[in-house]
């Protein structure tokens, strides 16, 4: 024993070194850390909103290797400050209407804290039982207060989980859908499965149908139009249906969106559902966007029919929580039975997961639904305004009428039309807000996006961020 | 205007009530959940390591619906003391020693703050150069701290990126592959691809598979044997692909693991690579548990042969940081053209992804490269000590030999058969195994866990709990 005496003083050296989990040091950096980040909250309205930093810029001041010796957490701080954020898009300021805002909110952080600080590994019920319980419960009251029918709940047979993002969400259920047709059908026919979109769903189907080995040109993109609303078409679902069914195609999966990412659509939830029963297509509603407004009963008209399709996902309360860390998603009938203990590994593709349902369930407790329904509220009134300021300024026209907290804008062709010529063609028209937009984005005061629908550039301004007042949209 | 101004006023009495991220709300909430996280830590002894909570403990505990109104924070964390520690298995305990340790560090919790503090959306350049730029630059770090060869680094056309999981991991290199495979023989072979992993394999690489599309039937198992230490045997995967070849099959992918999850075998690397090449199969390195020891040269002996792989995946260091959430894969010569930027959305499964590279660098900063080093040898150490310990007690049997932090052993058949003449029968010496871990665990005293290897039950000691000192390892 004499040896191993030894490589225990060598041990205790080394642990007194670096001292991984002290409970006082862990206290002393905590608090440090609190205050930086609330110091950064404090100043962020003096950052561009948008990075201006050059492709490359931070290689010039990192070192191209990690230290041999420990730095300081000041010192690392210190380069935070002057080296990272810099090279930040500031998705917290309060004039960032970029995308879809992703807010932050001081719950939803103290949530993700407690989540990291147990950093259990939740892959099945005994590995952390409170995780894999609190995430079916929380889960059921988020799927009440969206009113949800029944049969999404656990309590009726079907329930929620909570996917680190949509394409997640959504890869989950294509190869559900998949599995289950490929009992139904023999493997030969993989390559023969359809996928269904609309022009305007998003990106990750693609993606995700692709992960899941569906053939690239069994994608079939349905073409919307401006007087629909850009929102798909059941007619057209149902001939590129037939079409498939006479080419020996086997249709197997739709998305329908609700709240499209360019322009908030809706895609006609009840018609598509029926036409997609007649065929035995897997219906998935991706509601990333709007489905968390869905809390508010005035919202909840826009998911009618939801009671027909198969699954469900949707973004936390996007207001509150950020939207990266908690994606619902909802199945109805799961297929396998429900022991009497959930192995949430089966739901999801990684085998580990974190605690999260710990931060949502902090979230709807130190908010309650009431508030997150106003707060929601708040910043549908604020575009109110906003689509209000624009709508009496002759130079611009709203493109697409605005549904929740969106709205899509243009300078108007008519206007453009009389200053040049040239202003007949799209492209020009295109090419000028393109410009806008870029020179709004440069001044780095706010930052907004863009989107392409049916050939138009259009301006998107959304309102999302925990920290935007009515000052902030006056301004922009 | 009238109108919108009253809106103004309701929305400020709205923001008045619920202040989702004022700055010195921030503070006071930061700093209390700091408090509480490090007196947990404090006091985490005092718990059962596992949880001792029935199925459903807590569907009685909580309500079955979410509040209307507003719960104070306090009284939030009375009920996470009361209602969720004691649901929760306790990975950092320093008694923990099943599964692979996941031990947290106060620097790595500072990260996770820090990262979810900006609560950046990084899926493309511009929404946080910083983000994208830091990631590519640490994983150079680590790839050097590795020795990997230059072609799995940026600086020589390779590269790294940080998955949310190991599963993410190998799934995006079974779809790279596999798309590979198919730009070269026709999609309709798809059903023919085959999958070669041994019987040691983790898991995740089934799954993957079985998302990616490949055939369950093409998914190949290798039996490994003990006399070998359960390694992938290079004569039989060569015998299992000349099969599939006959068959008229085409093969794929071939999982090479280092450090296998029940007895930390190490695959014979370089034999398997040149097999690999011979047939033109994907290569990938599972070194999820060993990798980060690879950080010690001499360690890095077990990745003889890794410049003939294709990709390469590991958990970062896993004594220092929450193994969840940062997992290391390169890629060697990524087949698209690099460009100037990098949108790590198209490295990965989910268009959205976290500052994840924020909480490595910081790490790498506050310890420096010697002391993770000596921090894996202590780990390392500690289980040499358990092992001896092991060894001079008769009664037990080492299974296999120890090459890392983990040390398998059983009660010796040889022991019990002298016991009674029933213990000649192997299964009565796994179900005498099983009730003595069973009654390890139910003392709640420390969690151990176990494997079954070649139809034996062995108990798995591993250490990494960042509390973890010889106190611990000598009175279990």
């Given at each position: 024993m004499g040896t191993l005496n030894i490589n225990h003083e060598l041990d205790d050296q080394i642990f007194n070194t670096i001292n991984p989990l002290d409970p006082e040091e862990f206290r002393r950096q905590g608090h440090k850390i609190v205050n930086f980040l609330a110091d950064y909250y404090q100043n962020i309205e003096q950052y561009p909103v948008c990075s201006q930093v050059n492709p490359g810029y931070l290689q010039n001041i990192v070192p191209n290797s990690a230290p041999n010796n420990p730095e300081s957490l000041d010192k690392i701080l210190k380069d935070v400050q002057n080296d990272i954020i810099p090279g930040l898009t500031h998705w917290q300021s309060p004039n960032f209407f970029a995308y879809f805002p992703s807010s932050g909110s001081t719950v939803g952080f103290v949530g993700e804290m407690l989540s990291v600080g147990f950093n259990v590994v939740g892959f099945n019920w005994i590995s952390s039982p409170a995780a894999t319980e609190l995430e079916s419960i929380v889960m059921d009251w988020f799927g009440k207060m969206l009113n949800l029918p029944n049969c999404f709940l656990f309590a009726s047979g079907g329930g929620g989980v909570l996917q680190g993002t949509t394409c997640e969400a959504i890869l989950c259920t294509i190869v559900a859908a998949r599995d289950q047709m490929l009992r139904k059908i023999s493997r030969e026919n993989f390559g023969k499965l359809v996928v269904y979109a609309s022009?305007?769903?998003?990106f990750s189907l693609k993606k995700s149908a692709h992960i899941a080995g569906i053939d690239p040109g069994n994608f079939r993109v349905i073409p919307t139009i401006k007087a629909k609303e850009y929102t798909l078409c059941p007619k057209s679902l149902r001939l590129a249906i037939l079409n498939d069914l006479k080419e020996g195609n086997v249709p197997l999966f739709l998305c329908a969106t609700i709240g499209t990412t360019s322009t908030t659509s809706v895609d006609p939830l009840r018609l598509l559902c029926d036409i997609s029963k007649e065929f035995g297509i897997w219906v998935h509603v991706d509601a990333a966007y709007v489905g968390s407004a869905c809390i508010c009963p005035e919202f909840q008209v826009f998911l009618d029919g939801v009671e027909n399709a198969n699954s469900f996902s949707l973004n936390d309360p996007s207001a509150l929580t950020n939207a990266l860390s908690t994606n619902l998603e909802f199945l109805r009938n799961k297929a396998t039975e429900l022991n009497q203990v959930i192995d949430y590994k089966d739901w999801q593709i990684a085998l580990s997961r974190r605690f999260r349902a710990l931060k949502l369930w902090l979230v709807l407790r130190s908010y309650g639904v009431t508030n997150l329904r106003n707060l929601i509220r708040s910043h549908v009134n604020m575009t109110k305004h906003f689509e209000g300021l624009i709508a009496m300024d002759k130079r611009f026209e709203i493109f697409v009428p605005r549904k929740f907290a969106m709205v899509c804008f243009r300078i108007s062709p008519l206007v453009l039309s009389q200053v040049s010529i040239k202003f007949d063609d799209e492209k020009e028209v295109n090419m000028f807000n393109t410009k806008l937009l870029e020179s709004i984005n440069s001044c780095s005061k706010l930052y907004l996006t863009h989107g392409i629908v049916g050939g138009t550039y259009i301006i998107r301004f959304a309102i999302g961020a925990s920290l935007t007042h009515y000052r902030h949209v006056d301004i922009a």
């Open positions: 022009g305007q769903t998003h």
